[in-house]
C-alpha cells in the first residue's frame, strides 16, 4: 500500500529514508516480513547489537539485514543504492548506466555499469508465476508465441545479419482482448523446437497457445496445452505484416526495441542481452502500475532474495 509499504512521492522516499539506519529497517521488514528468523537455527528473537546486526538471542549467531543479498559487502552506503534504485524504478524507462553515473555521481562508468547489472538480476523473481491458466475473475488467459531478432544494425531485414540475435516472446492475451504479462528469452537458435522448451517453462499447462502453426508446435498438443495455429499462408519472409499472425509478441517485440535504442545508448552487448531483458520483462510487466513506488518496493523487495554478484563474476562468468 502506497504510503505504507513504499513511498508515494519524491518528499515521501526523503523523509522515508534519512540515514542507512533507515534503509536497513526497511530492508529487514522486508526480509522478514513475519518478524526475525535466525537463519542458522530459525529462532525467531534477536538482540539488535551496536553496529546494526542481529544477533540471534538462541544461538547468538549474528546476521545482518543485506548478508546474502546484492548488497552484500557493498561498500557504497544503503542510502545511495536506494537513491539509485529510485532514480532507476520511478522513471518508466529507466536509466543508462551513464545516467546513473552522472546522477548518483559514481567515479567510474563500471561502477554504474555493474550496479545497474546487480539490479537486472534482482528484476526477475525467482520461482515467478508461469503465464497463461485463468485470471482472477476465472476467464481464461491465452498466450501468443513467437520469435523476433534484436540487434545488428539492419533492423529491416528479419533474420538476415548474423550479429542479430533470436528473442522468444511468450505474451499473455485475457478473454478481453487485453495483453498480459510477458516472458522473453535469448533463443538458443531460430526456430520451433527452442519455442516449445520455452513454452513448458513459462507457461500453465492446459493454455491455448496462439503460434504462427510451423510444424514443430504441433507438439504442444501433446505436451497438454491447446494449440491454435494461425494460417501462415502469408508467412513467407518477405510479408511485413506479421502482425496479422501473432500480434502480441510483434508488439512487444518493436517496443522491446525502441527500449533498447532509447534508454541503453552504449548498444547491446549480446552476452548481456539476458538481463536487458529481464528489465523490460520487470517494466513491461508492471506496465499499469500507477504507483511508481510499487516498483521500488518489487525491486528492493526481490534484491533482499537475490544472491549477491561481485563485478567480477558479471565481466567474467
Ligand atoms: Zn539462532
Redesign the pocket.
Known amino acids: 500500500m502506497g504510503g505504507v509499504d513504499y513511498p508515494r512521492t519524491y518528499q515521501e522516499f526523503g523523509s522515508w529514508f534519512d540515514d542507512d539506519v533507515d534503509c536497513r529497517e526497511y530492508l529487514a521488514a522486508l526480509r522478514w516480513p513475519s518478524g526475525f528468523e535466525?537463519p542458522?537455527?530459525?529462532?525467531d528473537e534477536c538482540w539488535m547489537t551496536g553496529r546494526g546486526l542481529r544477533m540471534?538471542r538462541?544461538?547468538?549467531?549474528k546476521t545482518s539485514a543485506t548478508a546474502g543479498t546484492i548488497f552484500h559487502r557493498s561498500h557504497t552506503p544503503l542510502s545511495t543504492w536506494f537513491g539509485a534504485i529510485w532514480m532507476i524504478t520511478s522513471q518508466k524507462n529507466g536509466i543508462s548506466a551513464q545516467g546513473l553515473q552522472d546522477a548518483v555521481g559514481f567515479g567510474s562508468y563500471e561502477t554504474a555499469w555493474a550496479w545497474l547489472h546487480k539490479l537486472r538480476r534482482a528484476m526477475v523473481r525467482p520461482g515467478r508465476d508461469q503465464l497463461g491458466g485463468v485470471d482472477r475473475r476465472g476467464m481464461p488467459v491465452s498466450v501468443e508465441l513467437d520469435q523476433s531478432f534484436l540487434g545488428g544494425k539492419s533492423a529491416g531485414k528479419l533474420g538476415g545479419a548474423s550479429d542479430k540475435v533470436p528473442i522468444t516472446i511468450a505474451v499473455e492475451r485475457t478473454a478481453a482482448g487485453h495483453l498480459g504479462r510477458v516472458r522473453l528469452e535469448v533463443a538458443q537458435r531460430s526456430g520451433g523446437l527452442d519455442m516449445i522448451d520455452f513454452a513448458q517453462e513459462v507457461i500453465v499447462p492446459g493454455t491455448m497457445v496462439h503460434t504462427d502453426g510451423a510444424a514443430p508446435f504441433i507438439r504442444l498438443t501433446t505436451l497438454g496445452y491447446g494449440h491454435q495455429a494461425t494460417p501462415s499462408t502469408e508467412r513467407s519472409r518477405r510479408v511485413e505484416n506479421i502482425d496479422a499472425v501473432t500480434p502480441g509478441p510483434h508488439l512487444v517485440s518493436s517496443l522491446l526495441k525502441r527500449w533498447t535504442a532509447g534508454t541503453l545508448h552504449q548498444g547491446l552487448s549480446n552476452r548481456h542481452l539476458p538481463y536487458y531483458l529481464d528489465e523490460f520483462t520487470f517494466r513491461f510487466n508492471r506496465r499499469n502500475s500507477r504507483a511508481r513506488g510499487m516498483l521500488f518496493y518489487r525491486l528492493l523487495q526481490q534484491a533482499v532474495e537475490t544472491d549477491p554478484h561481485p563485478l567480477k563474476e558479471l565481466t567474467h562468468g
Open positions: 535466525c542458522r537455527c530459525g529462532h540471534c538462541d544461538c547468538a549467531v
